[in-house]
């Protein structure tokens, strides 16, 4: 038989506190994202560990980790906590309109394609939001890091996020300056690139080296992945660009950010039959049983704006 337990209600918000600092891994940064002191958090943990009988966390000089028993009471803990949150959160914006901060991560070309051409008009619709954009090409943590939402390609989205798909597929273009392409002829295929000067580039998060990716235009959409090499490497799509602009070698870019350098002659495009649409951005964020206000009105703002409105519910 199951002894009945009590718990003082002065002590239900460190089950909040705890589930911070068992997501971010740190009492700092959980401290930060409740506002308050990391001595005053350590308290609010201890006092629940003490009325519990048990250890909640295991501490040491590097990090913290939620232990067997801080485990079993979050997998109860956690669900409802977000129903309540998302429940309050819900109740209190239909009386008003959607306000706050909204701290979003986006790659340099995410951000330029998707949400730099739209920035102005979202702003004037929603003048109670305040948007918060961090450009970065590494794969920002969103919990960890307290985003809201996050903008990238498809296949850079972090597994546990929900996605939501922006906009059509994209295309890549190949590109290099009038000048190259004099100096070291044009490629027609793919392998030809080999015996080419291609500017590479590197992922920030991960530190890989990116494979420039094909699909034959006549054998039913095969894609082809080939491991070029050059003299510039760069973490930075509009080095990249700048480079091939200064004839150092041949880039493989999104075409929105070389339309205007082709459009004007200062880049030619190679490969094109290639490069069909076959990268998406999406935004993605963490599952929750109530979303927020602002961020529901941006994702749709987004949606719709980029033709995408009529598609799967981010819910």
């Known amino acids: 038989m199951k002894t009945e337990f009590t718990i003082d209600p002065d002590l239900l918000p460190a089950l909040d506190a705890l589930r911070r600092v068992a997501e971010v ?12 002191s990391t001595s005053a958090l350590s308290q609010t943990i201890r006092r629940l560990e003490s009325a519990l009988g048990a250890q909640l966390l295991a501490r040491t000089t590097r990090q913290v980790s939620v232990t067997e028993a801080g485990e079993a009471l979050l997998a109860v803990a956690r669900p409802s906590l977000d129903a309540l949150y998302g429940a309050m959160a819900e109740v209190g914006e239909r009386a008003t309109e959607p ?8 790659s340099r070309v995410a951000y330029q394609a998707v949400l730099q051409p739209v920035l102005g008009d979202f702003l004037s619709r929603y003048p109670r939001i305040e948007l918060e954009v961090s450009v970065d090409d590494g794969l920002s943590a969103i919990v960890a890091d307290r985003f809201d939402v996050g903008i990238r390609f498809g296949e850079r989205v972090e597994r546990d996020m929900v996605g939501v798909p922006i906009g059509p597929a994209r295309r890549v273009a190949v590109v290099g300056s009038p000048a190259y392409l004099q100096a070291h002829g044009t490629p027609h295929s793919p392998d030809a690139l080999r015996g080419h000067r291609c500017i590479r580039y590197r992922f920030p998060s991960g530190g890989t080296l990116y494979d420039w990716e094909f699909v034959e235009p006549t054998q039913g959409g095969t894609i082809q ?84 409105g009529d598609g799967e519910s981010p819910d």
Request: glycine residues 10%.
């Open 25 to 36: 891994g740190s009492f700092t940064h959980a401290a930060a994202a409740l506002e308050v």
């Open 99 to 106: 306000r706050g901060t909204l701290r979003v991560t986006a």
């Open 225 to 308: 992945s080939v491991d070029v090499a050059g003299g510039f490497i760069a973490n930075d799509v509009l080095a990249m660009v700048g480079a091939a602009k200064q004839g150092v070698g041949l880039a493989h870019v999104l075409e929105d950010l070389v339309a205007e350098d082709v459009a004007n002659g200062h880049l030619v495009r190679v490969l094109e039959a290639w490069c069909p649409p076959m990268y998406r951005f999406h935004l993605y964020f963490p599952r929750s049983p109530q979303m927020p206000g602002k961020l529901r009105v941006f994702i749709d703002f987004l949606r719709a704006r980029s033709g995408s």
